[in-house]
Each structure stands twice: as C-alpha cells, then as structure tokens.
C-alpha cells in the first residue's frame, strides 16, 4: 500500500457536480473521503467496504454525494452533486480503514494530500 492519491477538485458554481477519483490501490477492507473545510475539524463524509458491498455516507451529504469503487481499476470515487457554498473544502482520499460496529469505516492507515474543492454562490 502506498500513499493514495487524489484527484479531480475544481472550482465549480453552486448547483454544479464533481467527481473526485482515487487510486486505492492495496487498500483493505475498506476506505473513504474525509474532507476539511478552513479553520474547521477534519470529517468522514463517505466510507466503503467493497468486498461486502457496503457503504455509508454522511447525513451533511446524504442524497447529493456517491462513493463508489471500481475493483478493475482500484478506483475510489467521489460523485458529488448539487454543490453548495457549505462544500468548499480540501478532500482527501484514506485508505486501509476498519469497518466499525458494520456500519461505516474508521481509524484510516493512509490520507492522501487532498485535492482543493471550492463551491461559489
């Protein structure tokens, strides 16, 4: 497993869509995006768990952000839809989480750098 790496962040207008990608490669059980906005904490918005075809994904995103994974290709992916000003933040991709309590993936082993996301009004 080595460091993954985000892309994908862009400048878009509220209402916009992105779709961040990751190279996940060697990554077990399971893994997510987190996202941190200036001057604020860190937070998981998604997480899965492809072998048991699992996901979850953050009540602040719920019904507008999808996380998927493409086992050809190792690939994580963000689909993030109806942006809001709210979003703007750097996401980072994290690898060789733990799948807590069957619910969602935690206590990550590997962040990306993060790749930047600003929403405009």
């Known amino acids: 497993q080595v460091m993954p790496v985000e892309s994908g962040g862009d400048s878009v207008q509220a209402g916009g869509s992105l779709r961040l990608s990751c190279d996940a490669s060697g990554s077990t059980p399971c893994m997510g995006w987190g996202r941190q906005a200036p001057g604020k904490e860190r937070e998981v918005v998604a997480s899965i768990y492809p072998a048991r075809g699992k996901s979850w994904i953050a009540d602040s995103v719920k019904g507008r952000f999808i996380i998927s994974y493409d086992s050809a290709t190792d690939t994580m992916y963000l689909q993030m839809n109806d942006l809001k000003p709210e979003d703007t933040a750097t996401y980072y991709c994290?690898?060789?989480?733990?799948?807590?309590?069957?619910?969602?993936?935690?206590?990550?082993?590997?962040w990306g750098r993060g790749t930047m996301v600003s929403v405009s009004s």
């Open positions: 994290a690898t060789n989480g733990a799948w807590i309590a069957g619910a969602w993936c935690d206590h990550y082993e590997y």
